[in-house]
């Protein structure tokens, strides 16, 4: 097998490393990343090796199985302390969840994907994909798209080219067409929804957070089933939302997330 290249080395090879064992969501043996792997026997074998002396893998010597190391843990806490709008957001997403009765979800985007830092479940819990650390695609979710929505163009169009626009149900956007016309509705709205997109019978209502010169912090979404609410229902909601992220979004500009003389202005502000 010939040696994968890439641009960022060592470390980068690491980290897609980390990623493969994080895939199987299990501890998992090196013959099992290795079938998978891009990588050489050789390579694949001291960059476990590295990582496990490091503490970003765990070996069990007993099951001869890696899984991700407790560095990893202490590295996520301060990431989620120092980068996320959870801690920030975590008083105001109580609040929303409780008085609409609904579940509320808190994303970011991390590249072209949706990551999910905070869920509270409604009065009646729901089956749903989401969950806090989980990532979702941002083509086909309300809180992937209002924030997708507010991004400059070029940001716009490098995250749509690395979209897959699987059709996950039969109300999925699966073309680049499809997603900015709906993009363009979002902003002119000021809201985002998900309409089935992205799970069977599971809609919502979706807005970014934004700075007051446009740059998006995250997305703030509420989130039910057609069993219980219709998307007309979930509209209404819409300026409660939107008051919600932009509480969030006062006192994140105020304690962490400051705006940059740089920044330029956002599409659609």
């Known amino acids: 097998m010939a040696e994968r290249q890439t641009a960022d080395g060592t ?11 994080a895939s199987f969501e299990r501890p998992v043996r090196f013959s099992e990343v290795l079938e998978g792997s891009p990588y050489p026997k050789g390579t694949l074998y001291r960059l476990f090796q590295t990582l496990t002396n490091q503490g970003m893998l765990s070996f069990d010597p007993d099951r001869q199985t890696y899984g991700l190391g407790v560095r990893l843990v202490r590295l996520a806490h301060a990431a989620w302390q120092q980068s996320s709008l959870a801690p920030i ?3 105001y997403v109580d609040a929303l969840s409780e008085t609409t009765g609904e579940t509320v979800h808190l ?3 991390d590249n072209a994907q949706v990551l999910y830092l905070d869920k509270r ?7 749903m994909y989401s969950q806090a650390g989980k990532v979702g695609p941002a083509y086909c979710t309300g809180v992937g798209k209002s924030m997708l929505a ?15 626009f699987h ?14 016309a709906d ?5 002119a709205k000021g809201f985002g929804m998900d309409r089935e997109e992205h799970e069977p019978g599971i809609i919502c209502i979706a807005v970014p957070i934004l700075t007051p010169r446009g740059r998006v912090l995250g997305g703030l979404s509420v989130t039910s089933t057609t069993a219980q609410k219709s998307l007309a229902d979930l509209a209404a909601l819409a300026p409660q939302v939107q008051a919600t992220a932009n ?12 705006d940059q003389a740089t920044d330029t202005t956002r599409t659609g502000t």
Request: hydrophobic share 45%.
């Open 11 to 21: 470390v980068g090879k690491a980290l897609e490393v980390l990623d493969m064992v």
């Open 247 to 258: 509480s969030i979004a006062v006192e994140a500009q105020n304690w962490r997330f400051p």
């Open 121 to 127: 479940n409604a009065l009646k819990p729901i089956e």
């Open 89 to 91: 957001a975590r008083s």
């Open 107 to 109: 994303a970011q985007l």
């Open 150 to 164: 507010f991004l400059a163009e070029d940001e716009v169009a490098r995250v749509i080219s690395q979209q897959s």
């Open 183 to 187: 993009l363009a509705d979002i902003r």
């Open 167 to 180: 059709r996950f149900t039969e109300h999925t956007l699966t073309s680049e067409a499809e997603l900015r």
